[in-house]
């Protein structure tokens, strides 16, 4: 599969970016209260369904990853910047990184437990996110479970001139409507099972929205 050309630019600008990037965004102890307890519930969704390993897509420098580990599933991290898969691995040597795209997972059909996209999806220009989900949908198994959390809006593209330290970066940022993103998950046929969209807040510049949703079992239709 070609590699779409939004790619060369999220991963050029995440390299660039990567050590500050790791310096300045907060670990998940830090996050607000219910940005923990979605990853808590996603966690335990998880653990329940024992159907298999959590791919946290778009890892990052793994916090989110170890974070996961902690709370009892087992996780590996993938993520397009080799630089952030460098300070992965150099941070967790017990935990497994690689790099890798969300629109071309390396996992095979029906195998993960559950799939793990923290504010990862927003480089992606919308008409992809149907890719992107069809990978989460074809890569968890049968009842496996998906938490999407990212920066919405009502669909503004931006192309910020610096990020992280003041470097310069080329990516795109996408903040679509809540609504439409459900929609697309529910086209992806994923059924959604909570949708929390927290407001701009003292912390927080944009509104939030965190999606738990799972791959259903009773469609007759494993990928």
């Known amino acids: 599969m070609t590699e779409p050309s939004y790619l060369a630019a999220v991963r050029e600008s995440y390299d660039t970016v990567a050590y500050d990037y790791a310096k300045l965004v907060k670990p998940p102890s830090e996050l607000d209260p219910l940005s923990r307890s979605m990853l808590a519930a996603f966690a335990e969704l998880v653990r329940a369904s024992g159907r298999g390993p959590v791919a946290d897509v778009g890892c990052g ?3 989110v990853t170890a ?4 709370l009892g599933v087992s996780p590996f991290g993938i993520d397009v910047s080799p630089k952030m ?6 941070a967790y040597p017990d935990l497994r990184f690689s790099v890798g795209s969300m629109t071309a997972l390396e996992v095979e059909d029906n195998t993960l437990g559950g799939i793990l996209a923290f504010y990862s999806t927003h480089h992606t220009p919308p008409e992809l996110l149907p890719t992107v989900f069809a990978e989460f949908r074809r ?8 938490l999407l959390v990212g920066h919405v809006g009502a ?3 931006r192309r910020p001139a610096q990020a992280y330290g003041g470097h310069p970066v080329s990516f795109d940022s996408f903040r679509l409507p809540p609504d439409q993103l459900a929609q697309l998950l529910r086209q992806a046929r994923f059924t959604v099972d909570a949708q929390l969209v927290q407001e701009p807040g003292e912390d927080r510049k944009w509104k939030i929205a965190s999606f738990l949703a799972h791959k259903p079992t009773d469609t007759g239709l494993t990928s």
């Open 139 to 146: 890569t968890l198994a049968p009842g496996g479970h998906l």
């Open 155 to 157: 669909g503004e593209h």
């Open 67 to 70: 974070h996961l580990a902690g």
């Open 61 to 63: 420098p793994g916090r």
């Open 85 to 90: 898969i460098e300070l992965a691995r150099n």
